[in-house]
């Protein structure tokens, strides 16, 4: 086991069309962590949010994540959007560890 790995939150391309029917979420503006832990679809973001391709989205989204599958990006693209894969962070012993 590895103390150090990061742990990310996973959220599927389907679930983001149910908040978004649900009126939870609004497809407008770029959508990132903060966004869907405000709205309610992720109760925290960890070291990140992932985003996998269960389910199908319709609308055109944004997205700003730290990690995407391979199907998940198309999915969306497929759509009109975009997924935008950012650095995840760092792990609190690189980030702040001085010896």
Do not use: W
Not at 67 to 82: D, L, M, P, Q, T
């Amino acid at each position: 086991n590895n103390i150090h790995r990061l742990r990310y939150v996973e959220v599927n391309v389907g679930r983001l069309q149910q908040a978004i029917d649900a009126g939870q979420l609004e497809a407008k503006g770029t959508i990132d962590g903060a966004a869907l832990v405000s709205a309610g679809v992720l109760r925290r973001t960890r070291d990140g949010v992932r985003l996998l391709a269960k389910g199908e989205v319709k609308a055109k989204l944004s997205l700003k994540v730290t990690g995407a599958s391979k199907a998940a990006i198309a999915a969306v693209e497929k759509a009109g959007g975009s997924v935008e894969v950012t650095a995840p962070k760092k792990a609190p012993a690189e980030a702040g560890a001085k010896a």
